[in-house]
């Protein structure tokens, strides 16, 4: 299994430009979910999904869409992008987040950095 | 609104010695994790904490869970140079969904 991959792994955009970040995971995780890291923040959720076709905000989902057509894509998509959006970009599945499932743990992705000018 | 803060934020240690980074959150919750990151790297899952009173143990590292108290520790025991990273936790944040709220992360350096 190649688990959680990115795509691309660095990226410069210009302020307006669009943009899209892939995420693919092949262990038919149910659970994916985009986060953005920045110096001294922590981690902070972006969107995510519990299935196909379910889609859900997180802490910071402004300037970001998110679509889940299948399990196994779950792409990012920056709208407009602005200098505030220079971030890496990390994205996590897992099989379910369903409490005591013994299968909550979630599995990132290498990441994705952002530079926007 | 679940905050969760780490703390040191910062921890330069000698190889050798003992040492614990705390995590306290504000709200109830009963699932903690710990995550260690390397420097441009991904987000490792190190412990997975899912009751009160959870300890788990792997090599130099032991993590405990206190929902009473909102707290859950990582020690670190005769630190080793290969421990140098940036370590974070991170709660559930109730709900179905589980989603997880991390803190700002311990930057840890182990020096010889």
């Known amino acids: 299994n190649a688990g959680v991959t990115q795509t691309p792994k660095f990226q410069v955009l210009k302020t307006g430009q669009s943009m899209t970040l892939q995420c693919a995971q092949d262990?038919?995780?149910?659970?994916m979910s985009w986060y953005r890291q920045d110096p001294g923040m922590g981690l902070r959720l972006i969107h995510y999904?519990?299935?196909?076709?379910?889609?859900d905000q997180g802490e910071v989902p402004n300037g970001y869409n998110v679509s889940r057509s299948t399990t196994e894509d779950f792409p990012l998509r920056l709208l407009s992008a602005a200098p505030s959006q220079t971030s890496v970009y990390f994205c996590?599945?897992?099989?379910?987040?369903?409490?005591?499932?013994?299968?909550?743990?979630?599995?990132f992705g290498s990441g994705t950095q952002l530079s926007v000018l | 609104e679940l905050k969760v803060e780490q703390n040191p934020l910062f921890l330069s240690m000698q190889e050798g010695k003992n040492y614990t980074i705390y995590c306290n959150y504000s709200?109830?919750?009963?699932?903690l994790y710990w995550y260690r990151q390397d420097p441009g790297k991904s987000l490792e899952s190190l412990f997975v904490?899912?009751?009160?009173?959870a300890v788990k143990q792997e090599g130099r590292l032991m993590a405990s869970l206190d929902t009473k108290a909102r707290l859950s520790t990582l020690h670190i025991t005769a630190a080793v140079h290969d421990l140098s990273a940036t370590y974070f936790c991170a709660v559930d944040h109730g709900g179905s969904q589980g989603n997880l709220i991390f803190g700002k992360g311990t930057k840890l350096s182990v020096k010889p």
């Open positions: 904490l899912l009751s009160n009173g």
């Open positions: 996590a599945s897992s099989y379910s987040r369903a409490r005591y499932s013994g299968y909550e743990k979630l599995f």
């Open positions: 999904s519990v299935g196909a076709g379910i889609t």
């Open positions: 709200t109830t919750s009963d699932r």
């Open positions: 262990m038919n995780h149910e659970y």
